[in-house]
């Protein structure tokens, strides 16, 4: 079976309506002047990228700033992100922080937007943009983080194009 053929056709369904509704406004309170629309699209859009990085563990994927303020509202949620990592395959998808501007490549958004696609879903291309492009929407977080697939450990961060 394609793993796209396990997967709803909206991300938003991997959790329950109130969860997502709780999480949207976790986004709202954190961009007090975010429009309900938004912060759903942005939520959605952090689903998407927890469920690409339990397909593709130890890929160190990294999602937008804007995508990672949704990715923050669903660990915050910490009982429902537990149940959900553990729906989408049993591994927990930690979130390993690192901010680094100048250590920012398009490539490094490139490889999340494939594995999202490898599962059947497209992207919200307003909400993938590099760290300076924020034009569609500011968020508040400030930084940049990956997946490291496992326990809490030193991994290698997602680096520009030829960087060792």
């Known amino acids: 079976m394609d793993p796209a053929d ?3 056709a909206l991300a938003r369904i991997l959790i329950t309506d109130d969860q997502f509704a709780s999480c949207r406004s976790t986004v709202m309170d954190a961009n007090p002047d975010m429009a309900k629309e ?3 699209r942005i939520v ?3 689903l998407k ?3 690409a990085c339990a397909a593709n563990p130890g890929a160190g994927l990294a999602p937008s700033r804007i995508v990672d303020d949704g990715w923050h509202a669903l ?3 910490t009982a429902m992100y537990a149940d959900l990592c553990e729906r989408l395959g049993g591994r927990f998808v930690h979130h390993a922080p690192g901010y680094d501007p100048a250590n920012w490549t398009p490539s490094i958004l490139d490889r999340a937007r494939e594995a999202i696609a490898e599962l059947g879903w497209e992207t919200d291309p307003g909400l993938w ?4 492009d924020e034009t569609l929407v500011s968020v508040a977080a400030k930084c940049q983080h990956s997946d490291d697939s496992g326990p809490i450990v030193t991994i ?3 680096k ?3 960087v060792v």
Request: proline residues 20%.
């Open 75 to 77: 660990v915050l949620h």
């Open 49 to 51: 990228f927890v469920a």
């Open 160 to 162: 520009p194009d030829g």
């Open 129 to 132: 943009v590099a760290p300076s």
């Open 6 to 8: 396990a997967l709803p």
């Open 38 to 40: 938004m912060a759903g």
């Open 156 to 158: 290698p961060k997602p």
């Open 44 to 46: 959605e859009e952090g």
